[in-house]
């Protein structure tokens, strides 16, 4: 179904009903009800279901209504480009969040009959693990909005979340300590294991090494250099940092025992290893797969010593070998 204005009109297919929103959300507060269910009471936590799939349901409504608002009034590349990708991942994100403060503060949702509460060492420590990731995340989300479809894949602002994150890491710096930060020979073998496996994971028919896609070349020339040395250093630096501190050194603690910070880093069961090495894979979208063996390999690189250094080296290694791939080979698809 074609609609629109005048000036700008886009096919509604079935991917636009919003069930895959709905089915995000569903997903996600199932996960969060299993992992916090000695804080929520049953059966009324159930009813964060309904509300958060209504309420997903009228973002993409509004996020529909905004597309053509754009497209007709501001810019069509603007609404076809990074608002139509990112815009239902914002929603969620927001409704996703609300969902868990609103369970958490009123009384209905809680098993004493209070706000829940959570003792202020274990909110600074899960605050110091998650948030580096929830600011990558989420200025991600926001600055892709205003992406171009002239250029796929290309974020102008990219260095926003290196900064954003960098901000998080330095404000919990203190809380790090005791996570284990030598690095052995080892992560680096892992991290280079992984770069294979998701190379082999790509197709191979793509550009050469001299062709720049059209993506890159809508940078003004002077803007390149210092673009791709920040993307480097998003790739090589913040990235394994803030997803290896959310991904091994909180989830796959939290999925052992609700006081994770307890739990020693080496120490191995198959659901809590397999589970989040999962999510750590939907976090990659299409590249789910190489997603979740690649979170397997970083959490194999922690396990050995128990040092979280030894994951972030890992994850460091592996994208190192995939930015010089990329720049190499001319594999700029790799970095969308």
């Known amino acids: 179904m074609i609609v629109g204005t005048p000036s700008f009109s886009v096919r509604i297919s079935y991917a636009c009903s919003g069930i895959e929103g709905v089915s995000l959300i569903v997903v996600f507060l199932a996960l969060y009800c299993w ?5 929520l009471r049953f059966p009324q936590a159930f009813w964060l279901f309904p509300i958060g799939v209504v309420s997903i349901w009228l973002a993409n409504v509004v996020r ?7 497209g007709a009034s501001i ?17 969620f994100t927001l409704i996703a969040l609300a ?37 990558l995340m989420g200025t991600a989300m926001v600055t892709s909005l205003a992406t171009s479809s002239a250029a796929p894949g290309l974020d102008p602002f990219y260095f926003v979340r290196v900064l954003t994150t960098g901000i998080g890491l330095w404000f919990y710096r203190e ?11 080892h992560s680096a073998i892992i991290g280079g294991c992984v770069f ?41 630096i913040a990235v394994p940092l803030a997803e290896e501190l959310a991904f091994r050194g909180y989830l796959l603690r939290k999925l052992i025992s609700d006081a994770y910070e307890t739990v020693p880093l080496h120490r191995f069961t198959w659901f809590s290893f ?3 090495s999962a999510a750590f894979g939907l976090l990659h979208g299409e590249r789910w797969l190489a997603g979740t063996l690649a979170g397997m390999g970083f959490a194999l690189a922690m396990y050995r010593r128990g040092h979280i250094g030894d994951a972030v080296a890992a994850h460091a290694t592996a994208n190192g070998l995939l930015s010089i ?7 700029w698809d790799l970095w969308s």
């Open 64 to 70: 529909i209504a905004a597309l053509f608002a754009i």
């Open 274 to 276: 397999t589970a989040s």
């Open 175 to 185: 809380s790090y300590r005791g996570l284990g930060w030598s690095v052995s020979w």
């Open 196 to 236: 294979l496996v998701w190379i082999l994971f790509e197709p191979s028919a793509m550009p050469s090494v001299s062709d720049l896609t059209p993506s890159l070349v809508t940078l003004p020339p002077e803007a390149i250099p210092g673009w791709l040395v920040l993307r480097i250093m998003g790739a090589v």
């Open 75 to 91: 810019s069509p590349d603007i609404a076809l480009g990074g608002f139509h990708a990112e815009a239902g991942w914002v929603a």
């Open 99 to 135: 969902a868990v403060a609103m369970s958490h503060r009123l009384r209905f949702f809680t098993t004493d009959g209070s706000p829940a509460t959570i003792p202020s060492a274990d909110r600074r420590l899960a605050a110091a693990l998650l948030v580096p990731l929830m600011a």
């Open 35 to 39: 992992l916090f269910r000695k804080a």
């Open 325 to 331: 791939w990329v720049i190499t080979r001319g594999r």
